[in-house]
């Protein structure tokens, strides 16, 4: 294997074909076979347009995918851990391992010694392919996306050997989080990072994705997928905590699968970015499974969020729980696109989805669009969504105890994520979401 | 005398954008260190008077002015006012849930702070444990959300915690003694007294139906505000009349006039 490290591929991705893609690397066949495949159908596919449902209020022709230059990501490097991630990790709780990945790459990998000898297996994605391909190609074919999520989906395939691989097995239940950091530095890139997550039965384990960089002065693409898996009785809490800077558009394509008994939660946090999209699906696998679905944003200038979700209830007497709530204020808009399907053998299910959003201005705007598709007779479903105002009444109160009304509204947004952070399992992860989202609506 | 604390002159008010006059020339003065009560029949305008003078948005002040401590404050914010020394105890607090007490009065107290010389979490901790001590409140309840789910007990007492944490010149009192049993009434109304010992210059205007709390916190003056006016003013013996005699002899004065 090549131990070459490589730059941005010196084409736009418009120009690029796979060979320049592939930056001289030589790599391991279980990734060479899936990226070639991955990358012929990116280029057959077209890109989905304003005319189809799940694109309709996120126009990806205002994105320009084809004069950005494509980072295939190199091996993995050990570098020192930077200042910003020691000075998070100083604040933040126990941990049971740290990964930082440069657009994609793997620069800094740790895992606790004890951890490490119950057998739990941190590297990156690429070093992955070498030791477990089987078991990563399987996660990978087994995130079949929706047609919408397609084209992106292929392009991230194309470039996969960015992000990291987390194996727990069986009965081993980890005692902190993973905490990894995605760091996007180089204006004008599209890079990519994968986060393999996967618990076997009886498995206990925790994941907070960071997602940082700092003002971008040109256009760059962070595109992210994750695949999380739990096996029978399994139980993991996965939290995406995205704080990128101004300049930075990111999709993210999340894929949970639960096995029988299972518990998974996922929380996404959106913060920062021009444009952040997540295609989150959780495919209730196995009887007894129990899906979390969380989510909070906030939106200020004129950023956009859009989080569009999947409640795939495949198999009976399983549950599944969706609460996203988002505030805007200034120009932000979000949009929440969510699906509860029930297959016909699904009975018994429990599914539930609510998005709530807050207006903050007269410029912000939220569309929510809930939807339910059963095919089983016997089940528990319900869908809401409300779009409102703060309550004058209770901005009153605040501002006559001396708060602007700046500060007032800033804590009453505060007080409406609080019932979603309030379901994040791990105190540690709690503390380290409020804390960034305290940062970003500056109480 | 120097000039008062508070001082209302011909104050008219009604609410925003409707037409019928709630408050029809009220004028009142509070010096500093004195206690006012200001009782009247429901609906006779003592919450409004109130709310107006916080700063509510909901009303519209048609004529006349609110002095406080000289200086016009119609023209000022909620937060303003606040900031400036005048406190509200709510008939009717808002719950703010998923917020905090201790969180809230944090962000109040150094929403008075300059930028920079904001309290440090324990100083704050101190301060906040002491005033709960002083109205005796379990100390698990900075950590509940803003009057979510409290007793109206619970939230009446809150308002006073909130009062005593803030050290404002002037509190505006608005029923603080009803719905609470008369233990709470005790401890109340020692909170209220405490603060005024601790400060000498502070001025409460304290809206009431019942003379009860009166005989725990000694009024310098009475009024009786009947149909949006004070109809009525005198010393502390004039509670003990409308609580023998009711608004009844008020109402025909009134009515005569
Ligand atoms: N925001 C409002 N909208 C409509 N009417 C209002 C509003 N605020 C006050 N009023 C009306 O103004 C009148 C005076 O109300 P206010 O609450 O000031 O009375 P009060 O003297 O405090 O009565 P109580 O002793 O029952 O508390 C009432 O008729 C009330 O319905
Ligand atoms: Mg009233």
Redesign the pocket.
């Known amino acids: 294997m090549s131990t070459m490290t490589a730059g941005p591929a010196e084409s736009t991705l418009a120009a690029a074909d796979f060979d320049t893609l592939a930056g001289g690397l030589t790599e391991p066949e279980a990734i060479a076979e899936a990226r070639t495949a991955a990358w012929e159908r990116f280029t057959a596919l077209p890109w989905p347009t304003k005319k189809s449902e799940e694109w309709r209020y996120t126009d990806l022709a205002k994105v320009g995918f084809e004069a950005l230059t494509p980072v295939v990501p190199a091996p993995a490097t050990a570098e020192a851990l930077p200042a910003d991630v020691r000075d998070v990790l100083g604040r933040s709780g126990e941990r049971a391992g740290v990964v930082v990945l440069r657009e994609g790459r793997v620069a800094h990998l740790e895992l606790e010694a004890g951890v490490a000898r119950s057998g739990v297996v941190l590297c990156s994605i690429r070093d992955a392919a070498d030791r477990h391909p089987e078991v990563l190609r399987r996660a990978l074919l087994e995130a079949q996306p929706g047609p919408a999520e397609e084209k992106l989906w292929a392009l991230h395939l194309a470039l996969l050997g960015g992000g990291y691989f987390l194996y727990v097995p069986r009965g081993v239940e980890m005692p902190a989080p993973i905490h990894a950091f995605h760091i996007v530095e180089r204006a004008g890139t599209l890079s990519s990072a994968h986060s393999f997550v996967y618990g076997e039965s009886g498995a206990r384990a925790a994941v907070i994705d960071e997602f940082l960089s700092g003002d971008l002065d040109a256009e760059t693409v962070s595109l992210h997928g994750a695949t999380i898996t739990g096996e029978g009785g399994a139980g993991i809490e996965y939290v995406a905590l995205q704080r990128f800077g101004r300049g930075v558009k990111r999709f993210s394509t999340q894929h949970v699968t639960a096995g029988r008994d299972s518990r998974v939660v996922t929380f996404n946090v959106a913060l920062g970015g021009d444009l952040s999209r997540a295609d989150i699906t959780s495919r209730l696998d196995g009887p007894g499974s129990d899906s979390e679905m969380l989510a909070l944003w906030f939106g200020d200038s004129d950023q956009h969020f859009d989080h569009h979700t999947l409640q795939h209830h495949a198999a009976p007497h399983a549950h599944s729980d969706l609460l996203f709530k988002g505030a805007l204020t200034d120009a932000g808009s979000s949009v929440f696109r969510g699906l509860i399907r029930v297959d016909k053998g699904a009975q018994l299910t429990d599914a539930y989805q609510t998005n709530r959003n807050l207006l903050l201005s007269e410029g912000a705007h939220a569309s929510a669009l809930p939807n339910l598709e059963i095919e089983a007779d016997d089940v528990r479903c319900s869908h809401g969504a409300t779009i409102g105002q703060v309550e004058d009444g209770q901005l009153f109160y605040l501002m006559s105890r001396g708060l602007t009304r700046r500060q007032a509204e800033r804590l009453l947004v505060f007080g409406f994520f609080d019932e979603v952070l309030g379901r994040l399992p791990m105190e540690g992860v709690r503390a380290r979401v409020r804390e960034a989202i305290e940062e970003k609506i500056g109480l | 005398m120097s000039e008062p604390l508070l001082s209302i002159r011909g104050l008219r008010a009604k609410?925003d954008g409707?037409d019928g006059e709630?408050l029809r020339g009220v004028d009142l003065d509070v010096q500093r260190g004195e206690v006012h009560a200001l009782m009247?029949?429901?609906?006779?305008?003592?919450?409004?008077?109130a709310k107006v003078i916080a700063g509510h948005p909901?009303?519209e002040v048609t004529a006349g002015e609110i002095l406080f401590e000289g200086e016009d404050v119609l023209e000022l914010e909620p937060d303003e006012r606040s900031r400036a020394g005048i406190f509200l105890a709510f008939?009717y607090p808002a719950e703010i849930p998923g917020v905090s007490i201790a969180n809230f009065l944090r962000t109040a107290v150094n929403a008075r702070l300059g930028e920079g010389e904001e309290m440090d979490v324990f100083g704050f901790q101190r301060t906040l444990t002491e005033k709960m001590e002083m109205l005796k409140m379990d100390p698990g309840f900075a950590a509940r959300y803003v009057n979510d789910g409290f007793s109206g007990g619970e939230k009446k007492r809150n308002e006073i915690l909130q009062m005593a944490v803030l050290r404002p010149a002037l509190g505006v009192l608005?029923?603080t003694d009803s719905g609470l049993d008369i233990d709470a009434l005790k401890i109340v109304a020692s909170g209220v007294n405490r603060l005024s010992e601790a400060d000498e210059a502070l001025g409460v205007l304290l809206?009431t139906?019942y003379k009860r709390i009166l005989n725990y916190i000694r009024p310098d003056r009475v009024h009786v505000?009947m149909a949006g006016r004070i109809a009525e003013s005198g010393g502390a013996s004039l509670a003990d009349k409308l609580e023998a005699e009711g608004y009844d002899w008020l109402h025909r004065a009134v009515a005569a006039v």
């Open positions: 609410v409707e709630i009247g029949p429901n609906g006779s305008g003592k919450s409004t008077l909901a009303y008939q608005d029923e809206i139906h505000m």
